[in-house]
């Protein structure tokens, strides 16, 4: 796809649409129901159908939700609205995905307020009493497995 981040948009839109989505080159966003195309004007943009309508409120709600967590808050606080994302990570730095759509993203920098206990296995020992420095933007990414 030219344009990335027009492609990530719209694979964040599957999220909360009902639309089969794929990666750039791996073929079209097919509809997963049949029903009658949006109304689309002969001059001007098309017309907004519901469902567009219904995924804008979504969006909308979804980041002011993202956006309830800030400095100061605890892991334990940021836990409740993001999940952890695989990648490389530390007990200070950490990126999250939004739990109801894992194409949102949010860059974290924590300072470690109390040592925690040594979980079984290598890892960063975190904390959810770790408190929060910084915290990124929503952005939209692709998700990352480990």
Aim: some cysteine; charged content about 20%; hydrophobic content about 35%.
């Amino acid at each position: 796809m030219r344009y990335p981040t027009v492609g990530l948009a719209l694979t964040a839109l599957c999220c909360v649409s009902g639309l089969s989505c794929s990666r750039a080159g791996e073929g079209p966003l097919a509809p997963r129901s049949a029903g009658p195309a949006p109304a689309r004007s002969a001059i001007g943009p098309p017309a907004r159908s519901a469902d567009s309508a219904a995924h804008t409120e979504w969006v909308e709600t979804a980041l002011k939700r993202m956006q309830t967590v800030r400095p100061g808050m605890t892991r334990g606080d940021l836990l409740k609205v993001f999940n952890d994302e695989g990648g490389i990570s530390t007990r200070e730095q950490r990126t999250y995905a939004y739990q109801d759509c894992p194409y949102f993203k949010v860059d974290v920098k924590f300072k470690a307020v109390k040592a925690s206990p040594a979980p079984k296995g290598p890892g960063p020992h975190e904390s959810p009493a770790d408190v929060i420095i910084s915290i990124s933007q929503p952005y939209l990414n692709w998700s990352v497995m480990d």
